[in-house]
T-cell receptor, first 112, second 115 residues
């Protein structure tokens, strides 16, 4: 079956580094996306990976290992505004690859 | 640039009533999607469209209908609302199928309560 696992909640301190993990089991793979969603707001795109390795975008980096079905989102120099839910989504290449399979999200609380 | 606009933002319905949620995008995107988001369930795809005049079923299509008569608009209809349809509804659009073009841009959401 199709499954994406993320920790439900995480807590970190302002200025620190936090890593949010995502593991997936899908019938195919054609890219992994990370989105940020603040409470009461819409998800917004952060990054995507299609090849193994690290993609860096400012304070945020995302890593992918296709052989392990594993990704992580790394947030550096945490700020209070980074308190949000982080959603991992996989594009399944089997059949119709226009759809994303979404994880339930990791709620990150950044404390002073 | 407005991006993806959803109307209304909030709505309360009685069981059995009907309504239409409107999604409009001004980015000339080919693909549009309707999701619902419920606590503990994550984002679930209701219906989607890969172009003007086309629609397809997603993960949870029952009780909903959609239409894409114009490229910029994607309508979600509830013919006979049920309490189980109480949720936050998000519309999204993406430029195309290529990975880089498959980034989805979301509207602000519609919070629907069915009593």
């Amino acid at each position: 079956g199709q499954n994406i696992d993320q920790p439900t909640e995480m807590t970190a301190t302002e200025g620190a580094i936090v890593q949010i993990n995502c593991t997936y089991q899908t019938s195919g793979f054609n890219g992994l996306f990370w989105y940020q969603q603040h409470a009461g707001e819409a998800p917004t795109f952060l990054s995507y990976n299609v090849l193994d390795g690290l993609e860096e975008k400012g304070r945020f980096s995302s890593f992918l290992s296709r052989s392990k079905g594993y990704s992580y989102l790394l947030l550096k120099e945490l700020q209070m505004k980074d308190s949000a839910s982080y959603l991992c989504a996989v594009r399944d290449s089997a059949g119709n690859n226009r759809k994303l399979i979404w994880g339930l999200g990791t709620s990150l609380a950044v404390n002073p | 640039n407005a991006g993806v606009t959803q109307t209304p933002k909030f709505r309360v319905l009685k069981t059995g009533q009907s309504m239409t949620l409107l999604c409009a995008q001004d980015m000339n995107h080919e693909y549009m999607y309707w999701y619902r988001q419920d606590p503990g369930m994550g984002l679930r795809l209701i219906h989607y469209s890969v172009g003007e005049g086309t629609t397809a079923k997603g993960e949870v299509p029952d009780g909903y209908n959609v239409s894409r008569l114009k490229k910029q608009n994607f309508l979600l209809g509830l013919e006979s609302a049920a309490p189980s349809q109480t949720s936050v509804y998000f519309c999204a659009s993406s430029p195309g199928q290529d990975l880089a073009k498959n980034i989805q841009y979301f509207g602000a959401g519609t919070r629907l309560s069915v009593l």
